[in-house]
């Protein structure tokens, strides 16, 4: 649902006429594309792996990777994104 949903929202911004119009469209959307993209390759990798590569570290670095900096990032990427829209 994800995946179709990005593309769709790909799909409408290179209907955009104007490349300025494009290139704000884009700079919007890829640093959230980018926390969750990091939120959901984490998630995949700690549910997902062999039990064989099993490591309290490796699972406590992956465990904080996603519950601690999606949200830690998302003000900061709203922030910057406010000041591109002025």
Request: overall charge positive; charged content about 10%; glycine content about 2%.
């Amino acid at each position: 649902f994800i995946v179709v949903s990005y593309m769709q929202i790909l799909a409408a911004v290179l209907r955009i006429p104007s490349e300025q119009g494009q290139h704000k469209a884009f700079s919007m959307c890829l640093p959230h594309l980018a926390m969750v993209s990091l939120f959901v390759s984490t998630v995949m990798l700690v549910y997902l792996k062999p039990p064989s590569v099993a490591s309290p570290a490796l699972d406590l670095m992956l465990a904080i990777l996603y519950t601690v900096v999606p949200p830690a990032g998302n003000p900061f990427i709203y922030s910057m994104r406010n000041k591109l829209l002025r």
